[in-house]
């Protein structure tokens, strides 16, 4: 009988990941009492295989990780696998995969064990009806009251993301939905040993919060601020590094990816800040209407995310997901044959302009965003959307810039109501001109019908702020400290 999983620790191993583990444990309470399906996703590199992994090896159930291969080599694989996990002398001989989940969940009923088959798209890949035939063993473990429990796991969101979607067939038979996403930003910084608040900054808009990346450089961490140029060099510039050309591989990876020369032009334009359709078309040569497919394969790879203008929801900006993606289009990109014989120190002397205002600017404001939804009360209210808008000066024809706004959950009938509006420096002393500008935008605001009279306004800086605004009671300062809790 397997352990139940209320007396399951999580392995010493695993570093945080509470909420992951903890809804993996609940999946496996009933274990050996009834049929369970789970999916769990997220991109690479993120510490799946090392979660679910560790789980069947408590449970002492059954994992099989799969690899690219044709349809042939990757069910005789699976048949030694589940064979060996069921204690057979031999491997199993399936003719088809039809054959192979059907004993898959006679094993599991029979010997009360979780089944966890992870990269399930590759063999998405090679025998397109698997989905149908999960679906079917799962609906008659069900109809039969017959224990068996599995999880599916996958790294290709864009497969992942259809599994249960729609029409189809496993849409409804999922009791775990799970998505493993990046550390956030203070995660990431204790993961990375860096105590220092603007080099944890500076880290974080390079490797961001994939923990397999401080694997791939050795546990090499940046020492203190004065080392930071030579980490750079020594792991992420060097042609040496596994993470030299880590960004290339995770667009490559994806399955729904074709002529990923264009794929890479459009992540191209907006990691330099063309953010709109508009903007990206043009950077990369095609017409708008040419690049919507491309825009939506990224999107559901989760390489790119789309964000409304919080106060024009027909206008939209795209971001670049993954900061390891950002730093490769804007620093490596551009100077790839001098990276590729070992010229990062030139490169990198020659880049850190461009670092610092389209790399480490914007990905500031970002963390200014997340940090909202790291500490929901700190404006006296829970959020119900934090984002970035422009605001319309018609008086002075100009357009001012929020870089966080954070609504109050909207109610019906009533108006929008917003609890702060703020401007994101990391560079610049923050003084009265930056709450001018915050100001302005609110009466802005209230004129057009929002509700603003317990809005605050938030300065986000990262290297201090003037003196004359510690009297200002409608204006919060928020530094390194602060944001890193």
Avoid at 146 to 167: D, E, T
Avoid at 268 to 283: D, M
Wanted: aromatic share 8%; glycine share 8%; proline share 5%.
């Amino acid at each position: 009988m397997p352990r139940r999983s209320a007396l399951i620790a999580k392995p010493e191993k695993v570093f945080a990941r509470d909420f992951e583990w903890q809804a993996l444990a609940k999946f496996a309470a009933n274990l050996g009492h009834t049929a369970r399906m789970g999916v769990v996703s997220g991109r690479r590199r993120q510490g799946k295989t090392l979660l679910i992994e560790s789980l069947a090896k408590e449970l002492g159930g059954f994992y099989f990780g799969a690899t690219e291969a044709t349809e042939a080599e990757s069910l005789s694989m699976f048949s030694a696998a589940l064979a060996d996990h069921a204690g057979e002398p031999h491997s199993f001989r399936f003719a088809n995969w039809d054959e192979a989940i059907r004993r898959l969940f006679a094993i599991s009923a029979e010997r009360r064990d979780l089944m966890v088959i992870d990269e399930f798209p590759y063999l998405c890949k090679g025998a397109p009806a698997l989905p149908s035939i999960v679906q079917r063993e799962i609906d008659r473990a069900i109809s039969r009251d017959a224990p068996a429990s599995l999880i599916l796991c996958g790294s290709a969101m864009s497969v992942m993301g259809r599994l249960l979607a729609g029409s189809a067939p496993l849409r409804g038979r999922a009791s775990l939905e799970l998505i493993v996403r990046p550390f956030d930003y203070r995660v990431a910084a204790e993961y990375w040993r860096v105590t220092d608040r603007r080099l944890a900054v500076k880290t974080h808009a390079i490797v961001g919060g994939s923990p397999a990346y401080r694997r791939f450089v050795h546990e090499d961490t940046p020492e203190g601020p004065d080392d930071f140029d030579d980490w750079v060099l020594r792991t992420v510039l060097t042609p040496s590094s596994s993470l030299f050309r880590e960004a290339r591989y995770l667009l490559e990876e994806e399955a729904d990816v074709r002529d990923s020369a264009l794929y890479h032009s459009v992540l191209a334009a907006v990691a330099h800040g063309n953010g709109t359709r508009g903007a990206i078309a043009a950077y990369v040569g095609r017409k708008a209407a040419d690049i919507g497919h491309h825009l939506n394969v990224l999107e559901n790879s989760c390489l790119l995310r789309r964000e409304p203008d919080v106060f024009r929801s027909s206008r939209s900006v795209y971001r670049v997901c993954e900061p390891l993606v950002t730093f490769y289009h804007v620093i490596m990109r551009p100077r790839w044959s001098l990276l590729e014989v070992n010229r990062g120190a030139n490169v990198w002397e020659d880049s850190r302009g461009r670092f610092s205002d389209q790399v480490l600017g914007p990905h500031f404001e970002e963390m200014c965003r997340q940090f909202v939804m790291l500490e929901p009360d700190f404006f006296g209210a829970l959020p119900g959307e934090v984002g970035s808008g422009i605001v319309t000066d018609p008086v002075r024809r100009e357009q001012i810039q929020i870089d966080v706004v954070v609504f109050a959950p909207a109610m019906p009938g009533e108006q929008r109501r917003i609890l702060s509006l703020g401007e994101v420096k990391l560079g610049k002393t923050m003084g009265p001109g930056h709450v001018a500008r915050l100001r302005r935008a609110r009466d802005l605001l209230d004129a057009k019908g929002y509700d603003v009279r317990d809005t605050m306004l938030a300065c986000y800086g990262g290297a201090g702020f003037d003196g004359a605004l510690s009297g200002e009671r409608d204006v919060r300062a928020i530094g390194l400290d602060e944001l890193y809790g």
